[in-house]
Structure formats: C-alpha cells, structure tokens
C-alpha cells in the first residue's frame, strides 16, 4: 500500500482546474499526495472509503475541494479525525459565496479550516497543509520558509500610489 502525506478530494472532474499552482508548489514542496474525484452527494461510499484508506496509508491531512452546495469537506470532516481543509471553490451562479458558507458553517465538533474562494484557495490550502505536516518535518519547514521568502522578495518596496501636501 503507497503511503501518503495528504490526500486531496475533489467533487468533480471540472473541480481539478483550478489546481495547477496548488498541485506545482505541491511538487516544489516534495509533498507525496494523492488526488481523487468523489463526490459527498453521488460518491458517498467511495468517499468514505478513500478517507479510512487515507488514514491507513498515513496521510496527516485532507483537502477536500468543492463548488456550488460544497459539502464535501463537511462530509470527509465527519468522517475522519485529520485535519480537513475545505477549498470552497467559485463556480455556479453564486460564484463561489454559496461553496463558502457550505464549508466554513460546520457544527461544533466537526471542523472544517477553509480557505478563500478563488484562485488563491488551491496555493493557500498547499501552504496551510504544509505548516501541518512542518510540525514534525524540519526539511519541509525549510522549504516552506524558502517558498515564504520568495513572496516577501516580490512584494512592492516603493509605495505604490503617493500623495503630496500642499505647501
């Protein structure tokens, strides 16, 4: 059986576009993962499954990645005791509001840490399972902090608007 550091869930097939930066800085972490597609509403079972296998093949997290009503992570949380992290994803009319509140508004008990909707959720989600697994990794630490300071490197030095006082 192929151990894992984290498994990720998506509800749909179009739910794994969005994932190209989360799945590179995966790969720049040297974070092992395992990406499925299992539905909480037409998959319930197999999503089941996928998250007891997880645990036993050592996975340390749960990302679980969703559009529209979003109840995957909601589903996997209830399921396991890893750490979940809900990507709420922007689709459907709503464009992505009703993803958020149907994964951050969990009942006491079974949580669900949720990152933003957008194309930031994927890269955000890698980086908070990588602090999770940085607790007992001193090497993903580094890389972590290596990847932490090439966005300080980047960020504006000068202001980016000024305004003058009148004399």
Not at 83 to 94: K, N, R, T
Request: hydrophobic content about 45%; overall charge positive.
């Amino acid at each position: 059986m192929e151990r894992i550091s984290v498994l990720i869930l998506f509800g749909s097939q179009s739910d794994m576009v969005p994932w190209e930066d989360g799945f590179s800085l995966l790969d720049r972490l040297k974070i092992d993962f395992e990406a499925q597609v299992s539905s909480a509403h037409r998959m319930p079972d197999r999503t089941r499954k996928l998250v007891k296998s997880a645990e036993k093949r050592g996975a340390k997290a749960v990302i679980a990645c969703a559009g529209m009503a979003a109840h995957l992570a909601g589903v996997v949380a209830s399921e396991t005791l890893l750490p979940v992290i809900g990507v709420p994803l922007s689709a459907g009319p709503f464009q992505g509001q009703d993803s958020l509140l149907s994964t951050v508004q969990m009942p006491a008990g079974v949580p669900v840490a949720t990152v933003t909707v957008g194309p930031a959720g994927p890269v955000n989600a890698v980086v908070l399972v990588g602090e999770i697994l940085a607790l007992s990794d001193r090497n993903l630490r580094e890389r972590l902090r290596s990847y932490r300071s090439q966005w300080v490197k980047k960020a504006p030095k000068k202001p980016v608007r000024k305004r003058k006082s009148p004399k």
